[in-house]
Nanobody
Framework: QVQLVESGGGLVQAGGSLRLSCVASGRTFSSATMGWFRQDSGKERDFVAA????????YYADSVKGRFTISRDNAKNTVYLQMNSLKAEDTAVYYC?????????????????WGQGTQVTVSS
């Protein structure tokens, strides 16, 4: 059984930064994709960023390109989301997810495991 545990959320002023972490435990997957999604109340869960565990290819939503950076530490089974120049519209619950196959990095239904989420609130 795989567990994903996010941390690093909080309250920050617009223009500030936060770094989210997601630790995966239980199994290792050489061909996995780790992704970050976010969901504001009453809205759908949206893709934010993803990274291939093998090779390190990265993918970003247009809304976060140039501001957010996804990275991984294979030895620690951890993926990070560095969020800079935060805006009020970035406020949401951020979820880490793991796709054990080769699904689309952008599609929530292709992910097999999800973390519990961490709240990010950006005050304007």
């Amino acid at each position: 059984q795989v567990q994903l545990v996010e941390s690093g959320g909080g309250l920050v002023q617009a223009g500030g930064s936060l770094r989210l972490s997601c630790v995966a435990s239980g199994r290792t997957f050489s061909s996995a994709t780790m992704g970050w999604f976010r969901q504001d109340s009453g809205k759908e869960r949206d893709f934010v960023a993803a990274i291939r565990w093998s090779g390190g290819s990265t993918y970003y939503a247009d809304s976060v390109k140039g501001r957010f950076t996804i990275s991984r530490d294979n030895a620690k089974n951890t993926v990070y989301l560095q969020m800079n120049s935060l805006k009020a519209e970035d406020t949401a619950v951020y979820y880490c997810a793991l796709d054990t196959g080769w699904g689309s990095p952008l599609t929530p239904r292709d992910y097999d495991y999800w973390g519990q989420g961490t709240q990010v609130t950006v005050s304007s």
